[in-house]
């Protein structure tokens, strides 16, 4: 038995052109390796989409794949992750299932409010495949909560458990912050536990559960995510006498990171220190990112005239080039304090202490602060059900004009 185990391919999550495709890129080399070494079936522990409204051009692309995985006698088995659910819980999942394209493994009854989860068989090597569905705000733990174990726990067979959620016991430190939920919540006796939603490659044999893995993403999801882990990937499971793993890598672009400690350095300096770091050297189909933090010794962050060490990047053939300045600062500029009481006193304390700080030409005091006040109002609103990215976009922007009344 071979099989394979993905997760958190995210299709459609990077808004940037240039990394719109990455994800969608990431799925279909994913694919190809699994028709290549003839696996039995495929996993996907949650989050196939980066939102259960993808665009018509993912869906298409993906639809195309997974037919040619079912025409390639693999089957793909499924649970929806917290990304593939809207609010009102409906799912591209589905669809994609009543196409004959995939099985979402989740089924069951409920009986005198307990979950009654039954076993997919897979024709092709017998293994009995169940799971549980990732919703956001640990709306899935009611369901472990109500989980009736013990027909579970006997069944006999190979056995796997999808699930897509942290598990507390095995959380990486940098993710301490997330919310998850402990590892006696799953059912017991399984052989393998295909996990998802914690971006984190990670694999370990647990005694009276199994193998438990999860083998992150695809593609990486954010700037921290390309810093971490450069590339995603997914695992191929092969059963002999005992379970082998083995991690396969999804190379889509390669990654250099820049981090540069800015404390007491001038910004000439910085620039200085960026370009001796990428002074020779040639960035083919290559993703660079660029992190700047500390306090200024003098001068403001847009001293360090940042664009054009993005030229010199892209004249040296970088793909794309991306920077975070989220805790870079300067002295300068008065440190902000406010008293943490709620969000919206916070809110509030924050821009009345920062209001002055920079100058804006034609604008008061009172009426920056009003002006700061809507413009977080409308930048804070959520793209509705069903509308397209493009028709939000729109719609922000044109409050936006409104408020500030750009001619």
């Not at 013990?150 to 796997?160: A, S």
């Not at 006193?345 to 920079?358: A, P, R, T, Y």
Request: overall charge neutral.
């Amino acid at each position: 038995m071979k099989f394979a185990h993905m997760a958190d391919c995210h299709i459609g999550s990077w808004r940037d052109p240039k990394l719109r495709d990455a994800s969608t890129k990431a799925f279909l080399k994913a694919v190809n390796i699994c028709i290549e070494k003839q696996v039995d079936f495929v996993l996907i522990a949650g989050d196939l989409f980066n939102t259960a409204l993808p665009s018509i051009d993912a869906l298409k692309v993906v639809v195309t794949k997974l037919k040619e995985l079912k025409d390639s006698n693999i089957p793909s088995y499924v649970i929806p992750g917290s990304h593939d659910f809207s609010p009102s819980g409906k799912t591209i999942v589905d669809v994609l299932e009543n196409a004959g394209l995939l099985i979402n493994v989740m089924k069951g009854k409920i009986i005198d409010e307990k979950l009654n989860l039954e076993f997919t068989i897979d024709k092709k090597t017998g293994a009995k495949i169940t799971g549980i569905y990732g919703r956001k705000g640990m709306l899935d733990k009611r369901q472990y909560g109500s989980l009736v174990r013990r027909g579970l726990e006997e069944e006999q067979g190979f056995k796997i458990f999808m699930f897509h959620t942290a598990l507390t016991e095995f959380k990486p430190e940098e993710l301490n912050l997330m919310e998850s939920q402990a590892l006696s919540l799953l059912p017991k006796n399984f052989d393998y536990y295909a996990g998802g939603h914690v971006h984190h490659v990670f694999s370990k044999k647990e005694p009276g559960y199994g193998l438990i893995a999860y083998p992150g993403p695809l593609f990486p999801n954010s700037f921290s995510e390309l810093e971490k882990l450069e590339n995603g990937g997914f695992y191929i499971v092969e059963k002999t006498n005992k379970l082998e793993l083995k991690y396969e890598p999804i190379v889509i672009y390669n990654v250099f990171s820049l981090n540069i400690d800015c404390n007491n350095k001038s910004p000439e300096q910085i620039r200085a220190e960026l370009e001796d770091k990428i002074k020779g050297k040639e960035f083919i189909n290559t993703i660079v990112t660029i992190k700047l933090f500390g306090c200024l010794d003098s001068g403001k962050p847009s001293d360090i005239n940042i664009k054009e060490i993005f030229s010199k990047l892209y004249d040296n053939g970088v793909y794309f080039v991306m920077k975070n300045t989220a805790k870079l600062t300067a002295k300068e500029l008065d440190k902000v304090k406010a008293n943490i009481s709620s969000v919206e006193d916070v809110e509030d304390s924050l821009i009345k202490e920062s209001i002055g700080q920079i100058k804006i030409d034609n604008i008061g005091i009172e009426k920056e602060e009003k002006l700061t006040k809507q413009l977080m109002a409308i930048l804070s609103k959520e793209k509705e059900e069903g509308e397209r990215v493009a028709d939000f976009e729109k719609r922000i922007n044109e409050e936006i004009e409104k408020i500030i009344k750009l001619d």
